[in-house]
Every structure is written in C-alpha cells, then in structure tokens.
C-alpha cells in the first residue's frame, strides 16, 4: 500500500477538508485528490463523502481508519527501530494507564532503564482501549493496565491489588452528601459497587476519567474522592487529604500484559515484575 495515500486519507480525516489537508502537507490539492482517489482503487471503497461543508467518512473509511491509523504508527515505529544507535540490542515500549505511571509505570520504567543498558525505551499514556489497540497492532509490546483484554499470543500477568479510599481535604468530612464530592471513573465494577453503596445519593457535580488529574484538582479546589492508596498515601502522610472514616473501601487490580513474540528476548522480565511485586 501507498504510504503517501494513507497518510493523506488520515490528513484529510484530521483537518475536515482536503484544502486544509493539501496546506499541512505541503502538496498541491489536485495532488491530495489524486492521492485519496488512488486509496480508494486500490481498495475498491469509497471512503469519504465530500460536501460544501467538508468530508464525511463512509461506513468503509470509519472501518478503514483504525487500520490506517495502525499502519502509520507501525512505520514511524518501524523506522525509529531500524535506525537505533550502536549497541542497542532490545526494544521496549511500554503503555501505560496515567494512574499506574506515577509508581508501578515509572518503577518499571526506571528499573528497566537502570538495569538494561542495551534496551530503548518509550513510555505511551493510554486509557484501556487504547493499551488493547495498541497491543492488538503492535505500537506497545507491553501495557500496564486495570482492564485487560487478552487476546491470542498474549500474557497477562496480575501485578497487585490496590485499595480505593474515600478521602478528604477537609477534616470532618461526611462520607455522604458532600457537595464538593468528586467521581473518579475506577472502572465498570468500581460503579457497580459504587452505586450499591451510595444508592441514596445524587449523581456527583464533577467527575474524572483520571485520578490523578482528580489528586491535582482537590489539591487546588478543595473536595473529597475516592482515590488509589498509592497516589493518596502521600498526601494522607503530609496532612493534606483526611481519610473519612467508616466508608466503603473498593479495590482493583493491575496487570501487565505483554505481546509474547515482542517479549520473547526479554531474558530480563521477570527479574523487572520481582522488583515490581517484591
């Protein structure tokens, strides 16, 4: 497949037109067009619709998309790999969902980059569709994660089990009907027993898909959240969030979750998952 036409298709896609798309490529639009109407030969789809107001995807370019977008970071992969300096033997790139990176994310990171002196390394934050995607076309040979979804040729390994604890930047805080009280999406089974446990109460003002841009916004703007005990520990040690005491505490578990073929020559992985669980 013609890399030029992929890349185009994305531009398009990205800026809403194949003007925009021609000025961000530095190409001509009678080019682009070109472009595009080659794609969409060679895969016998139409893939956008072209309007006044600008392109629309086809039912085959949404499917198409995902793909291209695959193969374009394979190549960038793919050439930042094949042009690794001098003495560099093994490649690791990791993902990782942003509220493991502040400890097991960055402890593997570093462990890896102290021990491994012939290993390059590249760290991607992700949400969980976004770790299986990428695990799925090969841009992360390795995801530390909440929610895994292994497929064929795949390992997944369960790293730890960490508490989610309701806590405070005030002292005294009720554990219900706090107006400053702040969601932090934990996961489908996290809103299960979230909801069992406070059937009685509204539907939280604010609401975070990420816990520690939740930490960084009760540190600002005051407020209470449940929050994994290795990112509250260090502020519950300082005095500046309060445990509120007698509320439900939730659970979830890490796990890491590796491409078996990427991760075959990685003599040094268990070594790493040790420093990590010991």
Known sequence: MNLAGLRTFLAI????????????????????????????DSLGQRLLHREKSGVQLTSAGAKFKRYA???????RQARQETALPTGIETVCNLGCHMDLWPDLGRRFF???YRTQKTAALSAWPGDKDDMTNWLASGLIDAALTYHP??????????????RLILVSTRLGTSMRADPLYVYVDAGEEFGRRHVAAYSDAGTAKLSFGCAVWAVEHLMENHG??????????PHLDSGKFY????????????FLVTNDAAVGNWGWLREVIEALTG
């Open 243 to 254: 445990p509120i005491p007698d509320a439900p505490v939730f659970s979830r578990t890490a």
């Open 69 to 75: 977008e695959a193969i374009n970071n394979l190549w």
């Open 110 to 112: 570093n462990e890896v």
């Open 13 to 40: 896609v990205e800026t809403g037109s194949l003007v925009r798309a021609s000025q961000r490529l530095n190409v001509t639009q009678s080019t682009v067009t070109a472009r595009l109407k080659g794609l969409e």
């Open 224 to 233: 209470s959240a449940y929050l994994p005990d290795h990112l509250a520990g």
């Open 149 to 162: 979804a292994t497929r064929d040729g795949q390992t997944t390994r369960p790293l730890r089990t960490e």
